[in-house]
């Protein structure tokens, strides 16, 4: 019954939570809206815009020294996830059975197995630096360490389920991805999406003074 | 709360726009801006964290625009912004940013934190909490038209020893010039060399200018306090000169703040576009050379190198036109190992050189200048910005370095042909 309940209404609720949240929460942030820039442009802010949504994925040579640590477990973590997200066998099969109606091609087992073990790695490391480092320490409130622990539950449940041979263990792993997807909204989890807008408003500022940033 | 912690409150609330809001939404704490910052880097203090700086904004984005912060501010107050946070937060916000915007350019995720460091003062500004040498800077500034005590008087007497220096006579008032040119009180005061320089270098390309007796002061220290009704006063003394005397182009002066404040930030104080173009003195010597109206006669082949003003350079977008220049007149032009937008700022901007109670801090992350400038080994460091070459000076004295500091247009009008 409780497999039915989180495989069912509970999907389908946090689900509606997650997409309602975040169309909010980028609702507000539009709503708030960005004054007209009087000051005559040098440059093309669509183009910085642009150019800068992709190139701040990019590492920075200015803080490589000091903030290698941060960077290469940033780059671990998310690549590592993304491979995981997309490309993993079960999800796919996820998505094609209860959002998409079709499938794309696959990882390989072994892949599969790289992937997570990348992403772990980077997750730790990110979570052990932060609590160790004195400004992240400063910085991090609960709710920094509650999305990490949540991504790392999900994660480690998703590889205790990964023979598929144990039902629970499936559920588990479902009902921990529903809980971040409940608590994803609300949280810098958003950075997601929202990393879109800032990089997209600094790099369209920045090209209008003609900065390349 | 006190009405004027009320009021500072709402201020900070007006200050959250869009981008802030996208801005506190993507940030996921991962401290890279601490490394891009002189402040943290120099004193490895973790409060000098640039985010760290902006928490009495983000408690306001918190309690505003999310659920978590909504909620949480029916049930306790702990998140609500009270006059204890202005009055801890003072230091962060004036004493320890340089609004230099080197934080800004190295978020993964984007975070422009010196536009968010500029906005937040507004709101220090309307609490009160404002460094005791920046408001007298902007009181004097209101009042005597600068925040140096610059009057018209001095004005004059300075024309004199120039016009005697260089044999020319410095245009006032005249209408129909093309050219309006507005100065730094520091330049008037501790440099009169640069205006010479402009008399020397403007009568070689046969350029059409003038000065105004109304408008000659081009810092403005609102900006820098984050009192913005004052800015607007300020920039609109410029604009109004500018426009009664006609002119098609105000020359910004070799001043960082003063160019970013006339430039990028005046129409939106005004709330219109000018009638006249801003163009930074670097950009024009840059046009004059390009078009063969400013002749070099010589080269220096002594070894220098450039000090990038943040809000000309990083800040600004004038990233080419010293360069060139430079290029024309030194054989010896070597760049630092952070340079163009990735400078290091000298430790002066944003306010620091008014705040006298920031002295110590300045000089202690004036290191990281020093350590740029032993790298290289040069004895000559050449810029663009008045307040960037008296804070240079300080700090090299202060360390006991063998450095002179000359400005770029100065240079150029040594080498005039």
């Known amino acids: 019954m409780i497999g039915a309940f989180i495989d069912g209404p509970l999907w389908y609720f946090s689900l509606t939570v997650f997409l309602l949240g975040v169309a909010w929460r980028l609702a507000g942030i539009v709503r708030r809206g960005v004054a007209a820039d009087l000051a005559p442009a040098r440059g093309d802010a669509a183009r910085g815009a642009l150019r800068t949504i992709f190139t701040r994925a990019l590492p920075r040579r200015p803080v490589l020294h000091g903030g290698r640590v941060q960077m290469i477990a940033g780059y671990l973590f998310h690549l590592g996830l993304l491979v995981l997200l997309l490309f993993a066998q079960p999800h796919v099969d996820f998505y094609a059975e209860r959002i998409a109606g079709f499938g794309w091609s696959t990882l390989p087992h072994w892949g599969f197995i790289l992937a997570s073990e990348i992403a772990f790695a980077g997750l730790i490391l990110l979570w052990i630096y932060r609590v160790m480092n004195p400004v992240t320490r400063l910085l991090s409130g609960f709710g920094d360490h509650v999305a990490s622990l949540l991504v790392f539950m999900v994660m480690f449940s998703g590889c205790l389920a990964l023979g598929q041979s144990h039902e629970a263990l499936r559920l588990l792993h479902l009902f921990l991805a529903e809980l971040l997807l409940l608590y994803f909204p609300f949280s810098s989890l958003m950075h997601t999406f929202t990393f879109v807008l800032s990089r997209g408003y600094t790099g369209a500022a920045m090209a209008r003074k003609g900065v390349n940033a | ?417």
């Open chain 2, 1 to 417: 709360m006190s009405e004027r912690i009320e009021r500072a409150r709402e201020e900070m609330s007006k200050q959250v726009d869009g981008k802030v809001a996208a801005y506190f939404s993507s940030c996921v704490r991962c401290g890279l801006c601490a490394e891009a910052c002189h402040f943290h880097v120099e004193t490895n203090d973790p409060r000098f964290a640039p985010i760290y700086k902006l928490e009495p904004m983000r408690k306001v984005w918190r309690r505003e625009q999310t659920l978590g912060g909504r909620l949480s501010g029916f049930f306790s107050s702990r998140d609500e912004l009270r006059e204890e946070d202005f009055a801890e937060w003072e230091e962060l916000v004036y004493d320890s940013c340089n609004l230099c915007g080197r934080c800004s350019m190295v978020c993964p995720l984007g975070i422009d934190l010196a536009y968010m460091l500029r906005r937040q003062r507004s709101a220090f500004a309307v609490a009160g909490y404002v460094p005791e040498g920046m408001r007298t800077a902007l009181q004097r500034t209101l009042e005597l038209g600068s925040p140096m005590g610059v009057s018209l008087k001095t004005i004059d007497a300075t024309l004199e020893q120039v016009e005697k220096r260089c044999g020319l006579k410095v245009p006032v008032d005249r209408k129909g010039a093309e050219y309006m040119t507005i100065f730094s009180s520091m330049e008037v005061v501790n440099f009169p060399e640069y205006i010479e320089s402009l008399a020397l270098i403007f009568d070689a390309a046969g350029l059409s200018w003038t000065l105004s007796s109304r408008a000659f002061e081009a810092t403005n220290a609102g900006i820098q306090v984050g009192d913005n009704a004052a800015a607007r006063e300020i920039v609109e003394r410029i604009v109004s000169a500018a426009e009664e005397l006609g002119v098609r182009y105000v020359i910004s002066p070799e001043c960082g703040h003063a160019y970013t404040a006339i430039r990028w930030e005046g129409p939106n104080l005004i709330g219109r576009p000018y009638r006249f173009e801003v163009v930074h003195i670097l950009e024009l010597l840059d046009r004059l050379q390009r078009d063969g109206r400013l002749q070099i006669g010589s080269r220096s082949d002594r070894p220098m190198t450039l000090h990038d003003p943040c809000q000309i350079v990083r800040r600004g977008g004038v990233v080419d036109p010293p360069r060139h220049l430079l290029a024309a007149v030194a054989s010896g032009f070597v760049e630092m190992r952070d340079h163009g937008t990735m400078n290091w700022c000298c430790g002066g901007g944003g306010g620091v050189s008014a705040n006298e109670r920031a002295e110590q801090l300045r000089l202690r992350v004036f290191k990281r200048k020093k350590r740029q400038l032993d790298e290289l080994g040069v004895d000559t460091l050449v810029t663009a910005c008045a307040n960037c070459r008296i804070v240079l000076e300080e700090g090299l004295e202060h360390y006991e370095m063998d450095t002179e500091v000359i400005s770029l247009t100065e240079l150029i009008a040594v080498h005039l042909k």
